[in-house]
């Protein structure tokens, strides 16, 4: 990718036991993501398509406009970020995607999230 168009995406997760219920195979992930722009120009996110793995294969798709409601611009040297959540039927699965985005000067290009897992604490060592 041209540095003129450079997306880094960092990702925190968190476990929430209180969302969450063992009997019922329903495990709820909360994430942090963080977007900076290290290219040159003006940014948007305009949609974002997520695949979220549980241990079972069992695969959600999740596509949408936005993130959290926005479609925020990001300029060079800045950031956005924005915390979410997902359920998943086993105690570790992964996420990873893809953001679609738009430069001021109309240039779209995806920017990768790179896959991270969810664990249940103490479950993988």
């Known amino acids: 990718m041209d540095s003129l ?4 995406i ?4 968190e476990f929430i036991e209180e969302e969450s219920n063992y009997d019922n195979d329903r495990y709820f992930f909360a994430y942090t993501i963080k977007i900076t722009n290290s290219g040159k120009v003006n940014v948007q996110l305009i ?3 997520w695949i979220v793995l549980d241990a079972n294969n069992k695969q959600q798709e999740i596509k949408g406009l936005g993130v959290v ?3 925020p611009v990001i300029a060079p040297d800045s ?4 915390s979410s959540g997902t359920i998943i039927e086993t105690p570790v699965g992964t996420m ?5 985005m738009v430069a001021d000067n109309g240039y779209k290009f995806d920017a990768t999230i ?11 060592n």
């Open 5 to 8: 168009y450079k997306v880094d």
């Open 10 to 13: 960092d990702v925190s997760t």
């Open 47 to 49: 949609s974002r398509h």
């Open 69 to 71: 409601g926005e479609q």
């Open 79 to 82: 950031n956005f970020q924005y």
């Open 96 to 100: 990873h995607g893809t953001y679609q």
């Open 114 to 124: 790179p896959m991270f897992s969810l664990s249940v604490p103490k479950v993988i």
